[in-house]
Nanobody
């Protein structure tokens, strides 16, 4: 079992950048990792995911070309670089993990482990 802790959220103006980190309590070398977000009154939405070896990534259309997911397995950490932020990116961001060498999924139910989230607020 792995425990996840997100960090890096905050308040930023539109057009700004933030880098989120998801630190795991154990080795994540064989874990697929994903980022999701949830705004008040809305369901959880897929943002990005990365395969256990970093060989493939998937992005939601709404963040493609603005966000970049990456991982450092030696540090047991996954990152989400968010550029050109928009007010509609405002949400609580969560990272999820699943121990698998399969390709990633965009479904939140596919992930077994979750962190507590970090709040991102983008002002206009």
């Amino acid at each position: 079992q792995v425990q996840l802790v997100e960090s890096g959220g905050g308040l930023v103006q539109a057009g700004g950048s933030l880098r989120l980190a998801c630190a795991a309590s154990g080795h994540i070398i064989s874990y697929a990792m994903g980022w999701f977000r949830q705004a008040p009154g809305q369901e959880s939405a897929f943002v990005a995911a990365i395969r256990w070896d970093g060989a493939s990534t998937v992005y939601a259309d709404s963040v493609k070309d603005r966000f970049t997911i990456s991982r450092d397995n030696a540090k047991n950490t996954v990152y989400l670089q968010m550029n050109s932020l928009k007010p509609e990116d405002t949400a609580r961001y969560y990272c999820g993990a699943r121990r698998t060498t399969l390709d990633v999924s965009t479904a939140p139910t596919w992930y077994y482990y979750w962190g507590q989230g970090t709040q991102v607020t983008v002002s206009s």
